[in-house]
């Protein structure tokens, strides 16, 4: 279980900083240090099982249906790389605490570092795939947030977008290869994806999965195409590049590739992927680190171009180029992150990294010379240095490999020269830096820098120089293990000396080192020859890449887009007919087995009315009091055909409702256009009546397709059990008030909500009435006619005991609550219509607001009352009374349920109609100013 | 009758995604009501069809299917609410834009010319 503290203890690490940031930089950094410090300890404890070959695993499983866990795993190359982190992590972590100036916010910035080692120890540690990939997702926003530090400086800031942006869309590939390679492997667990090599290798979908997986290892190791975004992130502070370019962000990539490479590797398409991209990599960033006249422009291509000799390592899949790669992992991390931190001592101390002022160094700063030049020996392949052997490794490697058949020759000779350009940027920067005459118009008059700073430098090129002169006892047994994990088996025989005798390597490395100095010799031919190409400022392209993307993304937008609600309508309608004609499509009949019932006449009237009503109302659409008249006749049919075929509560309650709806739809339409100009094209018409008539044809359809079968439904329990479980015959109503009580307690709150929410608008609406109709004819002046007045008010405690009725019985035969409410409603309506707000104000003193409120929390509280009797909400209670002389009667809880129910009805239909009718008076409602 | 039923249902739904796809706010109210009633009566049927059988308990031998009637019952009230809503809301916009058209503004080349336009 120790092994979760590895990559735990960053993790908690990255509260340090920002707590002891205010105890004084030094504090600040030793704060930081102390938990990859601890982590690395705990490292090396577990370094003899490692080295013995042994896979250390521990693992929490969090949804173990799903394939999702925490899972770590500790094997020889995790070792490696966790080793290199941490290591590499520390050593910056001092550098940093001298670089940093006093402006810069320190907390911050260790805290942003200590986020990305986790990171990186999550991903090298993982044995997940899919937690590998999130791991690795977060190098790439904590890498952003490192590289954008100096968020001030517009490179760093686009340098940091740029690296995000390529990276980034790097991992949404990984991600879609590692899903793909899981399900190829029916595991995200890596230890058993390992093993299934032959497996994944076998599949149909395996060069989808490798091309994918390796656009991921491609982005984040700077491979070409994609290595534009390198040099730009050289904007970074030194540190940040010194630690991500040498031995952690972009080796992420090949990490990537080592660690699949049980699993990917070894088949023609891998060779000649990876080896092609490793190849184009190590020249082109050879050849242009040669001519970068800005120090970290110079080790950016650099890493570039080691990056692509690793690949190309990778790529060959023989084993002992695989063993080469991870050896040249650890001497290229060695060098490089020595070098960057030299680099950033120069800028540091002289206030500028530009190769044509920066001269004569040496007499300013011997000690930082020294380090520097045996770095940049190492990175040159110069003997007795780390570089040296791993470079003859690979150069060995290149003359055994086969792959590209009869031209494979090309290789060797290719390696050679970049090796030759290698050389010579070495050469350069040494040559060029610290002799080749004096500094030209330095910012700073250069010095040493501090004591401690250089610190970080003398240990790596210590380690530089022990790995060059005793290779086989510092890294013999890292490399060995690492090489185990690798190659998931047996490790070939390889020689780790200094002397391998004359052979045609030691020719190669010779020709490259003499070579290298010619060139270097020659520079500022090659230079003037170089000029003469216009340099493309990767930025600009990128920008304009992403800008035309940006571009193509708003015409689509614009297409779907374009505010225009029709168009949508007229899509989401297309698509609906889509998804539901294609299941229609493959219905052989449509006509079911089930008994249909016998046509009739009046059926047959009714629905002719109903059709013909219909269609009067698309016809005369554009007069819309007329069409709000048929429209009123769909409704009456609608309510009739209940009735007819058994749903007795549906007639009643549409009835009402279409009562409601008209008075609503035609006192709104007192405040709109009596008319609808004509708009549409007969083409648009065409086209919108096609699609209606699609729509309503597969409706028609899947409605017969549904009615002529028979099917099983839940409703026999409802029946069953009305009367034992609810106490009531009327099932319908049973279902509303106690089945699914929840249901519709949901739904007087809609209710309630809407009713709110429509007095909201009605609130201070600025509404246009017109004085007379369309044809100028003046509204009548006897707007409350004596005989509609007389009636209504003998009416109304007529429909009250209608409604009271109606309620009452409503549990046993057709009503309820909805039905009551709405008659009750009706029956206020009319009131208003036939006397005026003026007269109903005075004697109808209710708030309708509050009378939702009512309502609701009585249907609440008598849904919360069953708690006191510990049963679930909303259990209903009934039981039989015996009173004298009255007799036998029922009294059931649902009856209050459904008196919630009413009165929210009431209230809400009421708060709608009397005040959208009260915009017509001078008793329109206002809000009433808070303040 | 089955038939027939669903041929109802089919001329409803075509009469009112026609009138939603219109310009105006009026018409879309209009539309959507048709669409209501459509709906209701297709989920009503879901239930399937059948005469002199209301589920009132003890009062027939067969019952007709509660479970939908429940469901539309609240839908037709809940419709009138969506209604109510979406049609003072076409009041409220006209009132602050100054036209019921569905997007708020008369587009400025309409798919008729000006001289088609009544």
């Known amino acids: 279980m120790s092994l979760f503290w590895i990559p735990l203890l960053p993790a908690l690490g990255v509260l340090a900083p920002l707590f002891s940031a205010k105890f004084g930089r030094t504090n600040c950094a030793f704060a930081t240090a102390f938990a990859p410090a601890l982590a690395l300890l705990l490292m090396l404890f577990k370094a003899p099982a490692v080295f013995r070959g042994e896979t250390l695993i521990a693992t929490v499983e969090w949804v173990p249906a799903l394939g999702m866990q925490l899972s770590f795993r500790l094997d020889g190359l995790a070792f490696l790389f966790a080793l290199l982190i941490l290591g590499i992590g520390l050593l910056i972590i001092l550098y940093a605490r001298y670089y940093l100036s006093s402006k810069d916010s320190m907390g911050k910035f260790y805290a942003y570092l200590m986020l990305f080692m986790t990171a990186m120890l999550g991903i090298v540690l993982s044995n997940n795939l899919i937690q590998l990939w999130m791991f690795w997702e977060m190098t790439s926003i904590s890498s952003f947030l490192l590289i954008s530090f100096w968020h001030n400086n517009t490179d760093g800031r686009k340098g940091a977008r740029m690296a995000l942006a390529v990276t980034g869309a790097g991992g949404l590939a990984l991600l879609a290869g590692l899903i793909l390679i899981g399900k190829i492997v029916g595991s995200y667990d890596l230890s058993i994806v390992l093993q299934s090599g032959d497996l994944i290798r076998g599949h149909s979908l395996y060069p989808v999965a490798l091309v994918l997986v390796l656009l991921g290892a491609f982005t984040k190791s700077a491979q070409f195409p994609f290595h534009f975004w390198l040099p730009h992130a050289m904007a970074a502070p030194t540190p940040v590049s010194a630690y991500l370019h040498s031995a952690t962000m972009v080796k992420a990539g090949i990490f990537l590739m080592a660690r699949f490479y049980p699993a990917l590797a070894g088949t023609e398409l891998w060779v000649i992927i990876v080896t092609l991209t490793g190849l184009a990599t190590l020249l082109l960033g050879a050849y242009t680190a040669l001519f970068k006249h800005d120090l970290k422009g110079l080790l950016a291509y650099s890493t570039i171009s080691h990056l692509g000799l690793i690949t190309l390592l990778l790529g060959m899949g023989t084993e002992l180029a695989a063993i080469a790669a991870i050896f040249h992992i650890i001497n290229h991390a060695t060098f490089k992150a020595s070098l960057f931190m030299a680099a950033g001592i120069i800028d540091h101390e002289t206030g500028t990294r530009d190769m044509r002022r920066l001269n004569g160094l040496w007499k300013f700063m011997p000690h930082t010379a020294t380090l520097a030049m045996v770095a940049a020996a190492s990175m040159a392949g110069v003997p007795l240095l780390n570089g040296f052997l791993s470079k003859e490794m690979f150069f060995a490697e290149t003359l055994l490999q086969h792959t590209l058949g009869s031209l494979s020759w090309m290789i060797p000779v290719l390696a050679t020269l970049a090796a030759v350009f290698s050389v010579a940027y070495s050469l350069r920067f040494i040559h060029d830096v610290f002799f080749n005459g004096e500094p030209v118009d330095l910012p700073k008059t250069p010095h040493e820098p501090p004591r401690y700073m250089k610190v970080p430098i003398e240990i790596l090129v210590g380690l530089c120089l022990l790995v060059g002169l005793f290779p086989a006892f510092i890294v013999g047994g890292l490399l060995h293990s690492a090489s185990l994990a690798v190659l998931g088996g047996e490790v070939p025989y390889y020689s780790l000396s200094i002397w391998h005798g004359f052979n045609l390597a030691l020719v190669m490395s010779i020709v490259a080192m003499f070579l290298g100095v010619v060139i270097y010799h020659n520079r500022r031919k090659l230079f003037k020859f170089q000029s003469q190409f216009p340099e493309t400022d990767a930025k600009l392209v990128f920008e304009s890449v992403i800008q035309c993307i940006v571009r193509g993304s708003v015409r689509i937008q614009q297409f779907f887009e374009n505010g225009s609600l029709q168009r949508y309508l007229f899509l989401l309608f297309v698509m609906v007919a889509l998804f539901a004609a294609k299941p229609l499509l493959q219905l052989v009949t449509t006509t079911g087995d089930r008994e249909q019932l016998p046509l009739n006449g009046v059926a047959l009237v009714l629905a002719v009315i109903l059709m013909f009503a219909a269609i009067a109302t698309v016809i005369w659409h554009r007069q819309r009091y007329i069409s709000l008249l048929t429209l009123s006749v769909v409704g009456l049919v609608v309510s009739v055909a209940f009735a007819y075929f058994s749903a007795p509560d549906l007639a009643l309650t549409q009835l009402s409702v279409e009562v409601v709806t008209v008075i609503l739809l035609m006192l709104a339409l007192f405040f709109l256009p009596q008319q609808t100009p004509k708009e549409s094209s007969p083409a648009r018409v065409a086209r919108d009546l096609g699609i209606a008539a699609l729509i309503g044809g597969i409706f028609a359809t899947l409605n017969y397709a549904i009615m002529t079968r028979s099917g099983v439904s839940i409703s026999d329990f409802f029946i069953a059990n009305s009367k034992p479980g609810g106490g009531g015959t009327n099932a319908v109503n049973v279902i509303l008030v106690d089945f699914r009580g929840f249901d519709t307690f949901g739904e007087i709150l809609v209710l309630g909500i809407a009713a709110l929410g429509i007095f909201k608008l009605i609130n201070r609406m600025k509404v246009s009435m017109p004085s007379g109709d369309l044809k100028g004819r003046n509204w009548t002046k006897d707007s409350h006619p004596m005989i509609l007045r007389t009636v209504s008010q003998s009416l109304l405690p007529l429909a009250l005991l209608v409604s009271a009725y109606i309620f009452l019985r409503g549990h046993n035969m057709p009503g309820g609550g909805f039905i009551a409410g709405l008659i009750t409603a009706v029956a206020i309506i009319l009131q208003y219509i036939a006397h005026g707000v003026d007269w109903i104000k005075p004697r109808l003193r209710i708030n309708y607001q509050w009378a939702i409120a009512i309502g609701v929390l009585i249907s609440a509280i008598t849904g919360v009352g069953s708690w006191m009797f510990d049963k679930p909400f909303l259990t209903s209670w009934f039981d039989y009374f015996h009173l004298p002389w009255i007799g036998e009667f029922e009294l059931a809880s649902a009856i209050a349920f459904d008196l919630g129910v009413y009165i929210t009805v009431v209230a809400a239909t009421l708060l709608i109609l009397a005040n959208l009718g009260k915009l017509t008076t001078t008793h329109r409602p206002t809000v009433e100013e808070k303040r | ?118």
Do not use: W
Not at chain 2, 18 to 41: E, K
Not at chain 2, 82 to 99: P, S
């Open chain 2, 1 to 118: 009758m089955e038939m027939l039923f669903a041929l109802c249902v089919g001329v409803l739904t075509t009469c009112g995604v026609f009138m939603i796809l219109r310009s105006r706010t009026f018409p879309v109210v209009v539309g959507l009501t048709l669409l209501g009633y459509a709906v209701n009566l297709f989920l009503f049927s879901s239930g399937r069809l059948s005469i002199n059988s209301a589920a009132i308990i003890g009062s027939t031998d067969a019952y007709g299917d509660p479970l939908p009637q429940a469901l539309v019952l609240t839908a037709i009230v809940i419709g009138f609410a969506m209604t109510a809503f979406v049609v003072i809301l076409a009041m409220r916009g006209r009132g602050d834009l100054g036209n019921d058209h569905v997007d708020g503004r008369i587009p400025d080349h309409s798919s008729l010319s000006d001289k088609e336009r009544n």
